[in-house]
């Protein structure tokens, strides 16, 4: 396995901006594209290394090792596929995808990856990197890099939920996300029958059919977390009950009334507390008039510095409807609120013309105690 060469390249004010109303494969609301700006603020150039071998259409392995590299983990998990009709539709589906262009600009987006060791008996045939950050890549070599599509990822999503082993969680969060008017509230499950009752119960949700998806998780929503030990597996579901997980973050289920029901039930006996972000990540652009500052970004973890502009931006007055604002350029600062690496709120703070903070859709216009909050942050 070979590594790309990439290089860092300056982000520009311009494009910044369009990407807040630019479209993509489909119309995005103004959230879901702040999600793309923010893991975009720095752009990264992108290329194959050298010197690779091929890999071999002919092949036919008969066993797939899977080791899972999530984002929160510490530690991959190991998977083994063992049907070996599976093993070689995954391995003819890699080996067949387009090459990936040279010398790609690829966001700074992190995401899970997988390393699939193919085998025919014990014998290692080849063994790639399936990678979902940044411009999503199969790498079998330096020079042999692939771009991966949808098809692909659900077919790996698929074998990847199929060889995780149910876990028995012996407690349960529920972060409930009702909007951006409101904080989130995080509802405390420590009873383990519960908790495998609704793990249970998620996992026997029907899956959606290949080549769907569930929409731009953003609005109200759950996330699901079970904890089994050390080990964490997560969900996400929507308002329309698409759920994104538990056993790859990239599984899709639908969600049916007897579900709806369940989680209901659940939550209505769990004490619940308003959500405490614990990180701040904050990336800030500086006013294009002002050539003296340069680009930033940095994570705080500064507990009391954190909530407080947390708890600031909620409180906060919606712009009134119509309201003229004056031309003029200021800081934009792009923040991610986050609570045990659960995403609590992303938003979008533009000092310049009326100086507002923008979430979900939803705009407020900020005070000067604010500004303080965010510069006390940037100094902390």
Known sequence: MGNKRCSRSVFLSAALRILVYKEKKMRLSKPAILLVLLGALLLVGCSPGAGSAGVSPDARPTKLQIKVFEVTEPAPETLLVENA??????????????????????????GPHYELTFLEGEQVVVTA???????????????????PDEAFWQLLNRVVAEATPPVRPDRAEVVSLSGP????????????????????????????????????????????????????????LDKNGCV?????????HQANDAFWSLLNQTLAGAPTEKARPDTLNMKTE????????????????????????????????????????????????GLSFSQDGVELLTALADKGGCGTVTHDDYVRLADQAFWDLLHQAETA
């Open 85 to 110: 009709a599976t093993v070689q539709n995954v391995y003819n589906k890699a080996v067949a995808l387009p090459k990936a262009p040279n010398n790609q600009a690829c966001p700074a987006i992190g």
């Open 129 to 147: 990197v399936a990678d979902r950050g940044g411009c999503t890549s199969v790498t079998f070599g330096a020079e042999d890099v692939h771009q």
């Open 181 to 236: 008017q409101e904080p989130p509230e995080v509802a405390l499950i420590a009873s383990a029958d519960q908790a495998r009752h609704l793990y249970d119960a998620l996992r026997a949700l029907p899956r959606l059919p290949e080549n769907t998806n569930c929409p731009q998780f953003t609005g109200p929503r759950h996330v699901l977390l079970f904890f089994a030990g050390q080990k964490r597996l997560q969900a996400v």
């Open 244 to 252: 994104s997980g538990p056993s790859a973050l990239y599984e899709l």
């Open 286 to 333: 500086p006013a294009s008039n002002d050539p003296s500052s340069t680009a930033s970004a940095m994570t705080i973890e500064h507990q009391d510095i954190v909530q407080k502009i947390f708890a600031a931006i909620y409180a906060l007055p919606h712009q009134p409807d119509g309201q003229a604002c004056p031309a003029i350029v200021g800081t934009i600062y």
